[in-house]
C-alpha cells in the first residue's frame, strides 16, 4: 500500500458523469481518495452518504472527494442517483487504480481470509504527495476524520484514549460488583452454622425428658413390696 510521503500515482479513470478524471484534473487541490468495495450495499451507502453530506466543508478546505470502486459506470450512475449523491464516482474495472494504491488484496471477513478492495482512504496534497492514509476503514465517523485531518487538525480517529478509560471503569464496575457478592456467601455459612445449633440443643434436652418420666417407673415399682402382708386368720 502507499504509505505516507510517498507520491500519489496518478490515474485516469471514467467517472459517473461519462468523462475521464485523474489527479491531474484537481491543480492546487487537496484530493481524497477512497476505494469502497460495491456499489449500494449497507457500509459504501453510509459511507457515500456521508462524504457528500460533507462536500460544502470539503470544498471550504480547497478538497475534492473522489470514490474508486469495480463498480461499471452505468452502476455508479444508479448509485448516485438513488441516493443523491455529490462525490464523483469512479470506474476501476481492471484494477488500475486500486493496486497502484495498494487497495486490493486479501482481507478478512466474518473469520476468513477473502481477496478483494481494501476499504482505503488516502488524502493528496496540491503537491501529489500522500498526507495520511487510513487502510480497514471503519465506515462511521469515518468522513468527519478525513474532514478534520484536511482542515489542518487532528483525525477524532487517532484518538483512543476515551475507550482505553472506559474500558478501565468497566474493569472496576465490576469489581466492584462482586464484592457484595463475596460478603454475602461469607454471611452464608455462619448462617448455617447458627441454624445448627439449636438444633443441637434440642437433641441434648430430649434424653433428659425420657429419663425424667422413667423416674416414676422406678419409684413405682420400689414401693410395691411395702404393702401390709395379709394376717393369718
Do not use: W
Request: proline share 7%; aromatic share 6%; charged share 30%.
Amino acid at each position: 500500500m502507499v504509505n505516507v510521503g510517498d507520491r500519489a500515482p496518478d490515474f485516469s479513470l471514467e467517472s459517473d458523469s461519462g468523462k475521464k478524471v485523474g489527479l491531474a484534473d484537481f491543480p492546487g487541490k487537496t484530493v481524497v481518495l477512497y476505494f469502497y468495495p460495491k456499489d449500494d450495499t449497507p457500509g459504501c451507502t453510509r459511507e457515500a452518504q456521508a462524504f457528500s453530506a460533507g462536500l460544502d466543508a470539503f470544498a471550504e478546505a480547497g478538497a475534492v472527494v473522489l470514490g474508486v470502486s469495480r463498480d461499471s459506470v452505468d452502476r455508479h450512475r444508479k448509485f448516485r442517483d438513488k441516493y443523491d449523491l455529490g462525490v464523483t464516482l469512479l470506474s476501476d474495472p481492471d484494477l488500475v487504480a486500486h493496486d497502484a494504491y495498494g487497495a486490493y488484496g486479501e482481507k478478512t471477513m466474518y473469520g476468513k481470509k477473502v481477496t478483494g478492495t481494501i476499504r482505503s482512504t488516502f488524502i493528496i496534497g496540491p503537491d501529489r504527495e500522500v498526507k495520511h492514509v487510513f487502510s480497514a476503514v471503519k465506515v462511521d465517523g469515518h468522513a468527519d476524520a478525513v474532514l478534520a485531518l484536511v482542515r489542518g487538525g487532528d483525525a477524532p480517529e487517532a484518538s483512543p484514549a476515551p475507550a482505553r478509560r472506559g474500558a478501565t471503569k468497566g474493569a472496576a464496575a465490576n469489581g466492584a460488583a462482586k464484592a457484595p457478592a463475596k460478603k454475602g456467601a461469607a454471611k452464608a455459612p455462619a448462617k448455617k452454622a447458627a441454624a445448627k445449633a439449636p438444633a443441637k440443643k434440642a437433641a441434648a434436652k430430649a434424653p433428659a425428658k425420657k429419663a425424667a418420666e422413667k423416674a416414676p417407673a422406678k419409684k413405682t415399682t420400689e414401693k410395691a413390696p411395702a404393702k401390709p402382708a395379709a394376717k393369718p386368720r
